[in-house]
């Protein structure tokens, strides 16, 4: 578990910053336990190992840049992978951090992945508000730089028609909540990673009805229930290499920190996931 703590590439509020630490307390609270729904127990070293954080905001303030801060963002990701069997569960964090977690797992393995991305929104613009990095903008990062075979979106429900373009130049596959009813059986029973890596998981929260995960920057009503999601995840065959969990905000979290725990669920049952 490695968190990046950046929030500034945030279009709207930039609340993502603070989420790691929230998320570590939820993980540990003692109103649940450390059991995964699998029967794995998260003090157990072979299912998480927690290495802390990239020191975002101390880099920006020496005045350091997003191009230096997202290739130590890369470099952190190769620096977990480099002592085997360790794979990144990372904290964001808004989802600009995806791109540079992805290009250090697709580095250090020596070819592209294949990526369940499940979110409101398909964050393939090319430069949102002309901004590179944007939080809006990481899956063409990724694309642009060959680091993903397939990429598939789920969750979406708020795509203009850019990001439509932007999928089809890519050639993307986007799964909308209008649709997903039908889709349902096909996405609870997918198979990845065949020919390439492994699988990457990129889960933003915002992926969720906001009844489920109030605390995000960008609330969009007529989202996935807690249970689809992880019935995504737990069903997807394929070597999961790497993911992340990002867009929690807590400064938009309920009094007793809702989010917070739906966030460290995901992040338990990603481990659960991940580790053999």
Known sequence: MLGVPLGHNSSFLQGPAFSPPRIREAIWCGSTNSTTETGKQLEDVRVLTDVGDVPIQEMRGCGIGDEVLMRTI??????????????????GGDHSISFPVVRGVSEFLGGPVDILHIDAHPDIYHAFEGKHYSHASPFARIMEGGHARRLIQVGLRSI???QRDQAKKFGVEQHEMRNFDQHREKLQNLHLGEGVKGVYISIDVDCLDPAYAPGVSHIEPGGLSFRDVLNIVQTVKGDIVGC???EFNPQRDTVDGMTAMVAAKLVRELCAKMSK
């Open 160 to 162: 203009t028609q850019e």
């Open 74 to 91: 890369t470099d952190s990701v190769k620096l977990v992978m480099d002592e085997p069997p360790l794979r990144p569960l990372v904290l």
């Open 244 to 246: 992340d969990v990002v």
